[in-house]
């Protein structure tokens, strides 16, 4: 069965460039997170969708970051005038439903950002 | 958030029960104590989780202890496909994200 994908695998950019970054969830399932994982370190929460709206964006760095799912499924994450510190692995990940308590989040193979 | 206190790393030898300890002093009592891995060059892996009483799964066990300030995450039968960095994390219900600390990477001896 389908997991969760993410498109490009690797992306190298220059600095103050524009990127997207594509999520597929698992089909049906409606709850989608964004983390980033720098080198040595757990990942880290960047955003999470129920459906359509952001219901939580606290981890958002700052403007420059920007996610949206229009559809309640594919998730984009953009990222703009990219720095040398936003080099990291980006994961997505889906679930279910909200009410992560009692469940679990699927994880996607992530994509990992270079920014020269 | 309640914090979550871990080795940095174990070693253990393959075929044998391993065993990884979880510390969390301030834990409240809606915080599920949750257990994801995450082996080189993968996404993060779900492995189990808890409230209260031990939980049994076909990938580990969780044992609790009573007074769920600390767990542990028990491998019966370690394999070399188990060498993974293990993150024991609190969640509150109705709290979505996952804070990650920095894990225990554990490293299993053929």
């Known amino acids: 069965g389908a997991g969760v994908s993410q498109t490009p695998s690797n992306k190298v950019t220059e600095k103050g460039k524009y990127v997207e970054l594509r999520c597929d969830p698992i089909s049906g399932h409606t709850a989608l997170y964004w983390y980033r994982q720098s080198l040595g370190q757990g990942p880290e929460f960047l955003i999470y969708f129920q459906g359509t709206g952001a219901a939580d964006d606290s981890g958002l760095p700052n403007d420059r970051f920007f996610a949206v799912r229009p559809e309640g499924s594919v998730s984009t994450l953009k990222i703009q005038r990219t720095e040398r510190g936003d080099s990291a692995v980006y994961l997505c990940?889906?679930?279910?439903?909200?009410?992560?308590?009692?469940?679990?989040?699927?994880f996607g193979p992530g994509t990992r950002l270079t920014v020269l | 958030d309640a914090k979550t206190t871990q080795p940095n790393s174990m070693e253990s030898n393959e075929e044998e029960p391993v065993h990884l300890p979880c510390n969390h002093s301030t834990i409240s009592g809606t915080d599920y104590i949750h257990w994801y891995r995450q082996l080189p060059s993968q996404g993060p892996e779900y492995v189990i989780h808890?409230?209260?009483s031990n939980v049994n799964n076909r990938m580990a066990s969780l044992a609790i202890a009573e007074d769920r300030k600390s767990s542990t995450l028990i491998l019966h039968r370690a394999t070399l496909r188990d060498a993974a960095v293990y993150y024991c994390i609190l969640l509150n219900f109705g709290n979505e994200k996952l804070t990650f600390g920095t894990g225990t990477r554990l490293t299993i001896i053929p």
């Open positions: 808890g409230l209260t």
């Open positions: 990940a889906s679930s279910r439903r909200s009410g992560m308590a009692r469940g679990e989040q699927f």
